[in-house]
């Protein structure tokens, strides 16, 4: 968890008699820290109203696919977005078995289908409901397909008898979101933008200087850092690549944009990691129409593109920066120089030419900072990618902790 954004909890409450706990667990939420957004399946507004949900959460409860007001100020796909993790707490088997369907046909149920972050439930209901082979084959599809199951727990029940099936308590529940969250999602509360592909820089309409890249490897680290938590923004060059789920893509063509791009992203982010291939020279002008081929030679006239990830980090309240270098030769003597000269939190460096890392799947890495070194082996991008992002938050963290010291340091 960072110390700049609370974790945001969507909580889903549906219509069981433990929803009478749940306000109570919108209370441990909050006490811990996080954010929490209620959204109430028409179920639950039989056990607690939308009032009491909207006291202790501070936040207007959402009910409704069909609420156009609602809808206007946050929509359901942004509401999805805006989710570090779903929890259902109560869970009932009828919501179970809608979840294991994959239906969509009320708000809460369209936000789990539309979520990329992690769904928790935590079942409640009879001991019998529980046991019956349709829920258990319910539950077991959705553990299947990666959704936590919290619970649940034994003991008596409301309808009088005993046995498996009751809603674990609030602090436990409110314990095990959180305390996952931030273990296995290094980066979440993180605003992180990533740069991605070549840049196109315009010679006339229909000419261009570029780089090579396919984008592989910036959209392998976007896709990592959601995996970790982060919202993502990702500013990408011209490449036929899809959009990670839940990562945010602006499209630029030159280095000009991209530049223009990243700085209105910027606001409020923890990291920077600069994947992109970026020119770093432009034509002084663009010819308005096509040039024709009037002599043997002819002469372009470059001037220096903007140095994006210099001037990232040059910013007086910047983020944690990372970049790349793609070298040919004197692998980690030159990262380790552009390292220093463009004051880096980290570089990560590869070897490229002859086939090397253009347009594979498959890259390794050298990780270089203050101090530090790290070779990752050649494997997939996007293993890479998450073992890129694993190492950033480890050291993002101490850098954070350090400053902290340091602000302790000087109020003494
Ligand atoms: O200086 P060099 O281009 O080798 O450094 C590579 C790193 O700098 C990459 O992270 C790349 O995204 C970034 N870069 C930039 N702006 C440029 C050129 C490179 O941000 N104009």
Redesign the pocket.
Known sequence: MTDKRCMRILLGVTGGIAAYKSPDLVRRLRERGAEVQVVMTEGARQFVTPLTFQAVSGREVRDSLWDAGAEAAMGHIELARWADVVLVAPATAEFIAKLAQGRADDLLATLCVATASPVSIAPAMNQQMWANPATQSNVATLRGRGITVLGPGSGDQACGETGEGRMLEPAELAASVLDSLSGSRPLAGCRVVV?AGPTRERIDPVRFISNRSSGKMGYAVAQAAREAGAEVVLVSGPVSLPTPAGVTRIDVES?RQMHDAVHAALAGADIYI???????YEPASVAEDKIKKYSDTMTLELIR??????SVAALPARPFVV????ETRDVEQNARS?LEN?RLDMIAANRVGDGIAFDQDENSLLLLWSGGREELATCGKLELARKLVGRIAELRAGTTRAKADNVVRVRR
């Not at 600069?274 to 020119?279: E, L, S, V």
């Not at 970049?323 to 793609?326: L, N, Q, S």
């Open positions: 740069t280095a600069g994947a992109a291939a970026i020119a770093d593109a903007p140095d994006i990830l210099a970049g790349f270098a793609a552009k463009k």
